[in-house]
Structures are given as structure tokens and as C-alpha cells.
């Protein structure tokens, strides 16, 4: 990581049930936003340090967005346990506002993996200013009880060219009544994005430019 963005900090945050959570965030100089970074499925091996979370947490504080990446309940030294997508939400909600904390005067920005995305678009606070959800399965949580649904900010999502669990297609027909959502299909890449965490990077840090100069 280059000098000039900062030193990834550690840090530990409560969920509005009382479960505590372990975190990690860099916040370069003059920072415009700050992402919080949600992770894919716990139960099948996903933490804070999957490969496109870790892509993400080092790629964008070099285009000045500050970044928060953290374990889910029962990931790692979090504390509880599983809570099937729902209490992720709370996790995922308290994680906006630690976030919103640690730079007060910049925008927050929603990036969700997989399980994360489905959880993080079903998130909320006063705070957000846009929802990315990377390979979302839109269906790990209902699409119409999503927050982004409804909402009049921006919501992107991000389709592998070959995911093998919501197609492009598919992603378009679900979202296709929701207020401010755009379905982009990435070039290439199947669910899991090995290899393809660049144009993922690059494609989110667009988004949170843009999101910003038209505010």
C-alpha cells in the first residue's frame, strides 16, 4: 500500500443488539468518501479479507475514498453468532454509522459482496449515499424488502459476465421497478472474481466520483 493513503487501523464497533464486531479502516488524506466493505457468506468461508473485499479496502483510498471492511457476527473475533442475512443488517447498519464517524464531513458509500450485498442492500442510515452490490444472488433476502428498492439513491449493481447464480438478465428483471438502481454486467468473471478484482475496483471508485459530482 502506498504510504500516501494511509495505515490500515483497527478498531472494534457495537450492532444495535449488543453483539460486538471487529473492523479495520484507512482513511487517506483529503478523503471524499468512505465505503464500508461487506463481506460474502459466512458459512462458506467469506470474512473481512476476501479477495474482492481486500481488493476494494486497498484500491480505493488510492482514489481518496476512505474504506471500513468488517467481520460479520460470529466471523473471526466478532462476537454472536450466524443470523441468516437478518441480523446482518444490524451489523451492516452499525457498521454505516461507525463509519460515518470516523470521517464526519464525507459521504458513505454501501459496497457489498455476495451475502454482503444482499445484506448491505437491505441497509440503511442517514449518512448513506449510495448502495454497490458486487454479484448480489438477490435472493438471500427478498429484493422487494431491500432497502435500495425504494429509495432515491443511487443503487449499482455489478453482474460477473458468467455468475453462476444470478445471471445479468435475471439481476435486470428483478430491479426493474426499483427508484434509482443501474444492473451493469462486468466484462468477464464468474461469482467469485478471482482475478477480476481491478475492473471491480475501478468500476465502484467511477460510481463514488460520480455519485459525489452530482450531488
Not at 42 to 57: E, K, R, S, T, W
Request: with cysteine.
Amino acid at each position: 500500500m502506498n504510504p500516501d493513503v494511509g495505515t490500515p487501523q483497527k478498531t472494534n464497533f457495537t450492532a444495535s443488539d449488543g453483539v460486538s464486531l471487529e473492523a479495520e479502516y484507512v482513511i487517506p488524506e483529503s478523503a471524499s468518501a468512505i465505503a464500508v466493505l461487506s463481506h460474502p457468506h459466512p458459512l462458506y468461508g467469506g470474512d473481512m479479507h476476501n479477495n474482492v473485499v481486500h481488493a476494494l479496502f486497498e484500491a480505493l483510498p488510492k482514489a481518496s475514498v476512505a474504506t471500513f471492511r468488517y467481520n460479520f457476527r460470529g466471523v473471526q473475533n466478532s462476537g454472536g453468532s450466524h443470523g441468516e442475512g437478518k441480523l446482518e443488517i444490524l451489523d451492516c447498519q452499525a457498521a454505516f454509522s461507525h463509519a460515518a464517524g470516523l470521517v464526519p464531513s464525507v459521504p458513505v458509500f454501501s459496497v457489498g459482496y455476495s451475502f454482503g450485498a444482499d445484506v448491505s442492500l437491505s441497509a440503511d442510515t442517514s449518512a448513506l449515499a449510495g448502495w454497490v452490490g458486487i454479484a448480489s444472488p438477490l435472493a438471500l433476502l427478498a429484493p422487494g424488502d431491500m432497502k435500495a428498492n425504494s429509495d432515491a439513491r443511487p443503487a449499482l449493481l455489478l453482474v460477473p459476465k458468467n455468475d453462476q447464480y444470478r445471471s445479468f438478465e435475471e439481476a435486470q428483471e428483478i430491479v426493474s421497478d426499483w427508484t434509482a438502481a443501474t444492473v451493469q454486467q462486468l466484462d468477464t468473471g464468474d461469482h467469485f472474481l478471482f482475478g477480476e478484482t481491478q475492473q471491480v475496483s475501478e468500476l465502484v471508485s467511477s460510481f463514488i466520483a460520480d455519485c459525489i459530482a452530482t450531488k
